[in-house]
């Protein structure tokens, strides 16, 4: 995988078309990509995954400690 570059920023705009998710990376590049509604529902429900999944974690990490 290329070499990641940690987020700085990023803007949501509503577009004619759908949605233009803007990013900026440290330094200052910048990348713009257009999404149509169901690739931005996509992201959403792929990020809400990952997040639920970090909070099953968290809890197992607590159920054990409590056991120790």
């Not at 700085?8 to 004619?16: A, C, D």
């Not at 590049?29 to 999404?35: G, I, K």
């Not at 429900?45 to 099953?56: F, K, V």
Request: charged letters at 40%.
């Amino acid at each position: 995988m290329a070499d990641l570059k940690k987020l700085e920023q990023f803007v949501l705009e509503e577009t004619e078309e759908g949605y233009a998710i803007h990013l900026t990376a440290e330094g200052g590049e910048e990348l713009a990509v257009a999404v149509t509604p169901e690739q931005l529902d996509a992201i959403i429900d792929a990020l809400d995954d990952l997040l639920s999944d970090e909070g099953d974690f968290e809890d197992e990490d607590e159920d054990e400690a409590g056991r120790h």
